[in-house]
């Protein structure tokens, strides 16, 4: 059995690697094991310093400054540097590189904005911090520290669960030598939602919620405006119609969306929920809502498993989950105002528009929803074919055999 280290309970990590999107390390693929420890000795100060004076000296090769570096190496936590065991093969870093290379790692990522963090400037993503110019992702001091990580020996795959990130690493850091570390696998969740049974009087439930997280401005993020306004237009029309909100509500909340969510049927829960209640919570609904401004990978794939009709904008990576009428219904509106990939191979994310309602997204979303509200059949329809994809395309057992081509590939220069 090979040990992976699961980098995800280092501290730099904090409660990153809980997330559910890591959930897989609890099914790790057959022939290896994930591990949160291992064996330290005397080699394991000495490979750390060797490999922050190899990742020194190519980071001040591509441009890096003296302070530059010194935040770099300083944000990956020096303590928790020492705590990574020398007796495992490699490790599995989730989102963010914290890291200095002193064994061979790959990483998994949704965007490449992670790969910066703590940048300042990249943390915050309410507007778009990817800038060109001063104070912008080329002007930092990190962005040469960053492609030197990557082109490092040490760093043997860069996953990526959306194509379009896959694509983008190569331009971003201007080294198509890159591309031969990226490997692309589409998210995996293991299947174990109930699907609900209809009621007789037509009762019809429609899902929102928020994040892992719960801060309340993901309400805002997620299209949370939008939903409410939606919902007010067609909740007249529909006698058994609900809508529940899995969030907190934000304290700056319009008084308006109070008295929506007050008089039209709404459920808040903002409590923190188990797997058992939101997996009840799921198997409640019918129809699932997300027209957010990017993509949440986990949240759809636990709408698929649920087998509910889904209903998202086209943000930012949505499209690679959803096809439109098939799976679930694309509402346009987000794509090239709040997020897009742009031609550098940066993620471009402007937050400011889902802080108001938008009058196209609101509309595509009473459309929509009234033709799903009006059409059980056309509900069950998306509900089999996510169904189909979660069994098929976003299947745990196709991500582990993925999972485990690019682990077998990454040791494979170790043998060699």
């Known amino acids: 059995m090979i040990k992976v280290l699961y980098g995800g309970y280092l501290r730099p990590f904090k409660h990153v690697g809980h997330h559910p999107q890591f959930e897989h390390i609890r099914y790790p693929p057959p022939g290896y094991e994930f591990v949160t420890g291992g064996h330290f000795g005397p080699r394991t100060s000495v490979r750390l310093l060797k490999s922050i004076s190899a990742l020194s000296w190519n980071a001040v090769a591509n441009g890096s400054t003296l302070v530059g570096l010194t935040k770099f190496i300083h944000s990956r936590s020096l303590v928790a540097q020492l705590s990574v065991p020398s007796d495992v093969s ?134 949370g405006l939008d939903v409410l306004e939606a919902y007010s237009v067609i909740f007249s029309k529909h006698a058994h119609l609900r809508l529940i909100l899995r969030s907190k509500l934000p304290q700056d909340l319009n008084q308006r969306y109070r008295q929506i969510i ?46 509910l009709a889904i209903v998202v904008t086209d943000g930012w990576g949505m499209a690679e989950y959803i096809d439109h009428g098939r799976n679930g219904l694309i509402v346009p509106g987000r794509y090239g105002t709040c997020s897009w990939m742009d031609s550098n191979g940066i ?38 074919a996510g169904l189909r994809d979660i069994e098929t395309r976003f299947s745990i057992e196709r991500w582990n055999r993925d999972l485990a081509k690019a682990f077998d590939k990454a040791l494979s220069r170790d043998s060699n």
């Open 90 to 223: 490699l490790a599995f870093l989730p989102s963010m590189p914290f890291i200095l290379g002193q064994t061979p790692w790959v990483i998994e990522i949704e965007d490449t904005t992670t790969l910066f963090v703590p940048f300042p400037r990249i943390s915050g993503k309410r507007q778009d911090p990817r800038l060109f110019g001063t104070g912008g992702i080329y002007d930092s001091g990190f962005f040469p520290t960053v492609k030197a990580l990557l082109q490092s020996e040490s760093c043997r795959g860069i996953i990526c669960h959306v194509r379009s990130t896959a694509n983008s690493i190569p331009i971003l850091f201007n080294d198509s030598t890159l591309s031969s570390k990226v490997t692309h696998i589409p998210l995996g969740i293991r299947q174990r939602f109930k699907r609900k049974i209809p009621a007789e009087n037509d009762a019809v439930t429609i899902l929102f919620t928020n994040s892992w997280h719960q801060a309340s401005t993901g309400f805002y993020l997620r299209g």
């Open 262 to 307: 007050e008089r039209c049927n709404v459920q808040v829960i903002d409590q923190f929920l188990s797997e058992d209640e939101m997996e009840a919570l799921f198997s409640s609904a019918d129809i699932y809502v997300l027209p957010s401004a990017r993509l949440h990978v986990v949240s759809i794939l636990q709408a698929m498993a649920a087998g």
């Open 347 to 384: 993620l471009r994310e402007y937050y400011k528009p889902v802080f108001s309602a938008d009058p196209a997204v609101t509309n595509g979303l009473v459309e929509v929803l009234s033709s799903l509200i009006k059409d059980a059949g056309m509900r069950r329809n998306l509900g089999d």
